[in-house]
């Protein structure tokens, strides 16, 4: 009975009982609509089912959701993501090249340079906030409008289509679940390392609860806000 009475008290006090209680809803609903909504099965050593594909279209949103989280708890927002992702896209696609399923740049290059043109993104929105001034929602609306036109510009307005088998066993491998449901894992714990286990998530706590007590405080706004729009960024990109 204790246990009962101390899971309900963290239950109450917890910011995501609500949440929690609308998806619990949600479930019942399909449990109800769908019999065979809960229904998994593993076939060549993989699993699947209903539960297993909605995780694993998630998984791009889970990922920009945690540098979103970071965005948002410094008092911003991000709303260049979507563009991000496709300029990330394109620009590995590019790398790769086309219909051949052959590439002359290692996979690990292909990688790196993508992220950094999404880190290089990030940074900037970053910089806009951080230095110029800009509002986050006007900031980062610049590239929200513009984003795509670079990534149409990068792949000459075509739809491009990759046949390379390690580049698609990132975003539809298995390893006896989707295979980024991994990526999601590692992000979620380099992001998790970053903000509870280094002073980098209290400052971004501090300065979402009062920017200028922060600066008074010793914390360089400026420079926290410009790391966390670089992550945002980076999230992007890996979501691309």
Request: aromatic share 12%; charged share 10%; proline share 3%.
């Amino acid at each position: 009975m204790n246990g009962l009475n101390r899971i309900w008290k963290f239950f109450k006090s917890s910011n995501l009982t609500w949440s929690l209680l609308a998806l619990a809803l949600v479930l019942l609903v399909n449990f109800f609509v769908r019999p065979g909504f809960f229904a998994l099965e593993i076939k060549d050593g993989h699993l699947y089912g209903s539960l297993v594909d909605i995780i694993n279209r998630g998984a791009p949103l889970m990922v920009l959701a945690i540098g979103m989280t970071l965005v948002i708890a410094t008092g911003g927002t991000d709303l260049s993501v979507g563009p991000v992702i496709a300029i990330t896209a394109a620009v590995a696609t590019s790398l790769i090249g086309t219909e051949t399923g052959i590439t002359h740049t290692p996979l690990v290059f292909v990688f790196l340079i993508s992220l950094a043109v999404a880190g290089a993104f990030g940074l900037w929105n970053g910089f806009l906030v951080s230095r110029i001034g800009i509002q986050p929602i006007v900031a980062t609306l610049i590239l929200m409008v513009a984003g795509r036109g670079v990534a149409q510009m990068i792949t000459d307005g075509q739809i491009v289509r990759i046949f390379y088998e390690p580049y698609f066993f990132f975003g539809g491998g298995y390893l006896f679940v989707p295979f980024p449901l991994f990526v999601v894992a590692g992000a979620y714990l380099i992001a998790w390392l970053l903000t509870r286990r280094t002073a980098f998530g209290l400052f971004i706590e501090s300065i979402g609860i009062n920017a200028r007590s922060s600066f008074r405080g010793g914390i360089n706004e400026k420079n926290i806000k410009l790391m966390v729009y670089m992550v945002s960024g980076l999230c992007a990109g890996i979501a691309g």
